[in-house]
């Protein structure tokens, strides 16, 4: 009878050691080598959430296509890496920046603008874009901005990227 309970026993412990190694593998294959968080709530969750930016005017036009944007509010976070190990799993900071401004794109299967910003030191930086779940342009930045940040708009051109131009801007302030 002793020998069934310590088969089951480590029976159970590779059971609890094997699911714990799966939920690590699913939980860093959904965030692979990304640095920013999938929500504000989750943000806020693991203490990485800085500060929100109101938007300094609603809308942009978009020329070329002839529709306007709704400019959202803006959100700052430490940007951070997974840690991932068979114990736990966890994200850590890190000495970056994420922006993100939370613009849904969904009804256009290809990006038809690029938002750009140049921070304090002269560096520009090119937001990516990032569908489900967050829906947003991501600016990773390596300063936390004092005041605003001025965001450009650079809108695809009709022979693709090559001839974008810049078309608009407006800025976040704290």
Not at 6 to 29: R, S, T
Not at 70 to 93: D, G, Q, T, Y
Request: proline share 3%; hydrophobic share 40%; aromatic share 18%.
């Amino acid at each position: 009878m002793k020998q069934v309970l310590i088969f089951c026993f480590f029976f159970l412990f590779i059971f609890l050691f094997a699911v714990n190694i799966i939920d690590c593998y699913k939980f860093y294959n959904r965030r692979k080598s990304t640095q920013y968080s999938l929500s504000k709530e989750e943000s806020k969750e693991f203490k990485f959430f800085i500060r929100d930016y109101k938007k300094g005017k609603n809308k942009i036009l978009l020329n070329k296509l002839d529709s306007i944007i709704i400019i959202p509010n803006a959100w700052m976070e430490n940007a951070s890496k997974v840690e991932l190990n068979p114990i736990r799993k966890s994200k850590l900071k890190i000495d970056r920046f994420n922006l993100i401004i939370p613009i849904n794109l969904k009804n256009y299967n290809q990006l038809p603008f690029s938002l750009k910003c140049v921070d304090e030191q002269g560096n520009k930086n090119t937001a990516f874009y990032v569908y489900e779940p967050l829906n947003s342009f991501i600016f990773s930045l390596h300063y936390l901005p004092k005041d605003s940040i001025n965001i450009f708009i650079e809108e695809k051109g009709s022979e693709g990227w090559d001839n974008a131009s810049l078309t608009d801007s407006f800025t976040y302030y704290q």
